[in-house]
């Protein structure tokens, strides 16, 4: 093993997408994890513990997941770059953390590798069935971002850009990886240090007695402070104004909630992550991310095959949804196939976007494995008709 004075593990090598991920965190200048063991997950913050005496910095495993969420966001406000990783039901313990995170526009990600539930579920096997919640689980109006790999490389690549994201808007980034794609082996490429983008945490350059914690800039997004630099600010949950601290009125209220939404709305579609196929000339597209994605490319090749025009639209950035690429789509397509380890959650976003102008054909699974291509090709076949 090789690392840079950075402490990058660069080169060619056979990982899995935990372990993947794990390098992707530290590649992104992550120094602070806390986390608690559960499977699929946790295969990322063994080998974090392994490798952060190596380059400088902290794991700490807690007693659950409550107090991993909320020990990564101190760790931040100290100047760390940090993360938790988890699965279904730690994902669930998250929820209040996730809201407060969103509330303070804490940088931080949330690695969750999916597995079969609800409740304990199949620890062991894959699933889709967090996406509505990673969206939507904690209580009040927020948004948040959530990145879905479909294979190692894309674990340490996305880690990074979830990182820089996290940094760039000021939000909590959740991975949405699956147990597939956090278990499945392959080659992952490694560069250099000094050719990954990393971006900085973005420090006021203001004087204590003139700067405001939650002040938003021209891009809606407000400047950082660290503890111990001479500024004296304060952090809560609770509606607050510009100096952070408590504003609990309907004005203030309507500012700060609609300003938390607005500032991700260049996510949603003008930067919004995608890998798109054949879209040119498709009267049938699907829908998919993560692990279905690539089971959906085999149907794909198989209608193309049959002489039917189908295309391919992978969520890679599922949350913000790219309402309005759909909403394009839409007005040309005969319909969307929407394929996913679940019994029914992004397909609803599809439907929404689509407005009744083109037809949503879910192809649902319940869990414990992925679709077989079949599947997926007879709902192409019985759309294209």
Known sequence: MHADPKGVLT?????????????????????????????????????????????????IQMEDELAASIA????????AKAFTVTSGPGFSLMMEHIGYAAMTETPCVFVNVQRGGPSTGLPTLPAQADMMQARWGSHGDYAI????????????????????LSEEFRVPVMMMLDECVGHMTEKVVIPEA???????????????????????????VPDM?????????????LTHDERGYPSMNVETQDVQ????????????????????????????????????????????????????????????????FPEQRISDLAGRVKAFVVPEINLGQMVHEVARAAAGRAAVIPVSHAGGSVHNPDAILKAIVEAAR
């Open 72 to 79: 990564i966001q101190g760790a931040v406000w100290g100047g």
């Open 225 to 237: 402070v660290k503890a111990g630099d001479g500024y004296r600010f304060h952090v809560t949950g």
């Open 257 to 320: 909630v609609r300003r938390l939404q607005d500032k991700l709305k260049p996510l949603a579609n003008g930067r919004a992550l995608c890998e798109t196929e054949n879209l040119d000339d498709a009267e049938v597209v699907v829908v998919s991310y993560g692990i279905t994605s690539r089971v959906a490319q085999r149907a794909i090749q198989l209608a193309r095959a049959q002489g039917i025009r189908a295309g391919k639209f992978r969520l890679i950035s599922a949350w913000p």
């Open 145 to 164: 971002i959530a990145l879905c790999p479909n294979s190692p490389q894309e674990c340490f690549d996305l880690t990074i850009q979830g990182f820089n």
């Open 11 to 59: 080169g060619v090598h056979f990982l899995d997408g935990d372990h993947a991920c794990c390098e992707g965190t530290l590649a992104a200048g992550a120094r602070f994890s806390a986390g608690y063991p559960i499977t699929p997950s946790t295969e990322v913050v063994e080998r974090f513990a392994w490798r952060i005496p190596t380059v400088g910095g902290i794991f």
């Open 194 to 220: 000094d050719q990954i983008e990393v971006t900085p945490r973005r420090y006021t350059k203001l004087p204590p007695e003139e700067f405001h914690l939650f002040e938003p800039r021209e891009d809606l």
